[in-house]
């Protein structure tokens, strides 16, 4: 199998601060007047999107040229996907066009996981179904250790739509390596008991209060409505029982920081004021994504 | 067709037979089993330090065949059958068109006729296109050959029309086999529902899909008084419910597949399409439970649900590949592997579940090497060491998770109405 990044679970914890050092090296480099490296120069990079998004795609995008490499974007409408072409023969296809690598979102959980088993190129997971998605996990274990000198010990709230979030998973195969506690905390229909078998160290609530008492992070996900399958909550609910106010803040330890992946919906799982809290860490994210994701680039082809 | 097979164990439990000796088939039929037999024209087979048992029964196998011809043939799945030491196979109704009507059963027994090696037995759809509303023209099926009913793969959900279905079944004197599944409860599920469904994000398909379709069945067939068999049992709970039916006396039974008790959610690689099938590999604990019930006796039959599906079917996204793995080739290798290897089971008992188990479901009158019975018989090794190829299969799919596994002990050769049909190379 080709070196990629096809989640958080495979990896070590030396591989991932290695990333996180690296990522740290790349950060002043965001705010400079010249932005670009020649790090990667002559290298080429797929970004495959079978899902919509704006962020990651970009974040993925904008990094590879600050390292100097070029960089494609397909989105599955308006390709050959939607002319019914499977998945591996649209692959096939783009790595007969000798890319460096594939940075790819999908739908369906393990799609990268299958490719990489039948593709030389290596393969970078930017979101796969409700499975892994291995670069936000390492941009927010990024964002916190730019306010705490260590992850172990912490404890880190995440809330929300836990069953479907990937974003969650990475967290907490990310997080429960370096010796974080973590409570995830939703609605039970949303909250498998499974998961606290993912990792050490997980516990599970479905009281946010619970969750947020003594936390160091809090992490809120996104109601992913596009991933429910079935009415598994009273949507008129949600934000009364699991959405986050001011007033939760008190709970938390005093300089406790709030994140979130976005996009964010104001009024769903967070309250405007909460949003635009000081010690919110929303914007902080999005800028170490492109920091990390370099790093992730520069290791995987570099 | 005249065969003589010399110096065999010849283990046949509805003859209470388990001794050296030769079995004579002569014109077809079996003439005899005893020692030093001979017969002028017969061909001989010597099965010294062999297994020589009565030809076994796969009552679920899906041969695809009317419509599904690149997956499979009722000839290539014939020969698969026969390699796996099968002589007769039980094929579901979900072809296309599926069989639930005269037409197609009659189109299935000619087709078998003509190009299979082994005896093919349809079996019938309980409802019209397998849509679970309206009846199919079962009586008629039955006259053209069809040993059972079931919308397999199709669960009948709508209660009442199992109701009618058992009752119609019952006088015509037929088994109903049922694929037990709520299909509200396993909508969209990949895999079973556990701790690996939810570490990989994939949508489950719970343990009590089963048990809540398996539990409705059952007191319908109170009801009813109908003859009522559990396709491809997976979970603890159905398991228990069946032996607590049988201990009040239903014609109830229920089958295992070779997978099912060998294998678990746990031993899955992530996203492999061939580790996915219904009922999904559940529990390791649910696993147990079904080997639990083939040693009790409460599973009667192991049968394969045999599911070929071309290649590029399976080479997609998980969530987005059809169910189901062939099985017929590596059935017995992983019984004796996972059940008399490991001293569960005695090899007379597993022989049971491959003949007297199933047809005591289906009333074939097979399954026995009593003298005028069907000259049909399986020969394995109990020792033999052998690796599976599936690109070496017969089938015309390769979609298996056993690929690569060494065996011990396996079918050596297979025996249909006293001819010799397939003997392994070297054999």
Redesign the interface.
């Known amino acids: 199998m080709p070196a990629g990044l096809l989640g958080i679970?495979e990896l070590s914890r030396a591989g991932i601060e290695a990333i996180l050092a690296r990522a740290k090296d790349f950060q002043p480099m965001q705010s400079q007047t010249v932005k670009k490296l020649d790090t990667l120069r002559g290298k080429m990079i797929v970004n495959l999107f079978y899902e919509a998004s704006t962020r990651t795609r970009t974040s993925f995008e904008i990094a590879a040229k600050r390292l100097g490499a070029d960089a494609v974007s397909i989105t599955a409408s308006g390709s050959s996907v939607s002319k019914g072409e499977?998945?591996?023969d649209t692959l096939n296809t783009l790595a007969a066009m000798r890319p460096d690598a594939i940075v790819m979102r999908?739908w369906?959980?393990?799609?990268p996981?299958?490719l990489a088993r039948?593709l030389p190129t290596p393969i970078i997971n930017a979101g796969?179904?409700?499975?892994?998605h291995p670069t936000q996990a390492l941009l927010d274990a990024r964002t916190i250790l730019d306010r705490a000198s260590h992850l172990e010990g912490l404890r880190v709230a995440i809330i929300g739509d836990i069953?479907h979030s990937?974003v969650a998973?990475s967290n907490v195969f990310l997080l429960s390596k370096f010796g974080a506690r973590i409570v995830l905390c939703g609605p039970a229909s949303l909250l498998?008991v499974?998961?606290a078998?993912?990792a050490p160290g997980v516990e599970l609530t479905t009281d946010i209060r619970e969750a947020i008492r003594d936390a160091d992070v809090i992490m809120m996900l996104r109601v992913q409505l596009e991933r429910q399958?079935?009415a598994s909550f009273p949507a008129s609910e949600y934000f009364r029982f699991y959405g986050l106010r001011l007033e939760h803040l008190d709970l938390a330890k005093p300089d406790a920081i709030v994140m979130h992946p976005g996009p964010i919906n104001r009024g769903r799982e967070l309250s405007s004021e909460v949003a635009d809290f000081q010690r919110s860490v929303i914007l902080n994210q999005v800028e170490n994504g492109i920091a990390v994701r370099m790093a992730v680039l520069e290791k995987v082809i570099g | 067709m005249s065969i003589v097979i010399k110096n065999g164990r010849v283990i046949d439990p509805a003859s209470q037979t388990d001794r050296v000796a030769d079995v004579l088939i002569v014109d077809g039929l079996v003439a005899g089993v005893a020692p030093n037999l001979s017969s002028p024209h017969a061909e001989v087979f010597d099965a010294t330090g062999m297994i020589v048992a009565p030809g076994f029964i796969d009552m679920h196998v899906h041969l695809r065949e009317p419509g599904f011809e690149h997956a499979e043939t009722i000839e290539s799945g014939s020969r698969a059958a026969a390699a796996g030491g099968f002589t007769s196979v039980c094929s579901m109704p979900n072809t296309k068109p599926v069989n639930d009507s005269v037409t197609v059963t009659s189109y299935i027994v000619e087709r078998a006729r003509r190009n299979a090696v082994v005896n093919v037995f349809p079996i019938g759809a309980i409802t019209k296109g397998s849509a679970g509303e309206e009846l199919s023209a079962i009586g008629g099926m039955k006259e053209a050959g069809a040993v059972a009913i079931s919308d397999d793969g199709l669960p009948v959900m709508n209660a009442r029309v199992m109701r009618r279905a058992m009752e119609f079944a019952r006088s015509y004197g037929l088994p109903i086999i049922q694929h037990c599944e709520d299909l509200n409860l396993s909508a969209g599920g990949d895999m079973h529902e556990g701790a690996a469904s939810v570490r990989w994000g994939l949508r489950g398909i719970p343990s009590a899909a089963e048990d809540v379709m398996v539990a409705r069945d059952l007191l319908l067939a109170q009801l009813t008084g109908a003859r009522y068999h559990v396709a491809h049992i997976s979970t603890r709970n159905a398991v228990a419910m069946v032996e607590y039916a049988r201990r009040k006396g239903l014609a109830v039974s229920c089958e295992a597949t070779p997978h099912h008790f060998a294998l678990s959610d746990s031993d899955m690689a992530a996203y492999d399409s061939s580790y996915k099938m219904k009922p999904p590999l559940r529990s390791v604990d649910d696993r147990e439970a079904v080997t639990e019930g083939l040693v009790a006796g409460t599973v009667s039959a192991i049968a394969t649900d045999h599911a070929p599906h071309a290649g590029s079917e399976k080479m997609q996204e998980f969530e987005r590949c059809p169910f189901g793995i062939i099985g017929l080739e590596t059935a017995l290798a992983l019984a004796l592997e996972h059940l008399v290897h490991t001293g569960k089971l005695t090899l007379t008992r597993l022989v049971e579940l491959f003949t007297v188990g199933p047809e005591s479901v289906l009333r074939l009158g097979r399954g026995t090497l009593g003298t005028g019975a069907p000259g049909d018989v399986t020969i394995f090794s109990t020792d033999l060491s052998w690796t599976y190829d599936v690109n070496q299969s017969f089938s015309r799919s390769r979609n298996s998770p056993f690929d690569g596994r060494t065996f011990r002990g396996g079918p050596v050769a297979t025996v249909v109405g006293g001819k010799l049909v397939w003997r392994r190379d070297g054999a």
Not at chain 1, 108 to 111: E, P, Q, V
Not at chain 1, 128 to 132: A, I, K, L, M
């Open positions: 679970e499977s998945l591996v999908h369906a959980s393990g799609a996981h299958f039948h796969d179904g409700t499975h892994e069953a990937r998973r498998p499974e998961l078998q993912l399958h079935e």
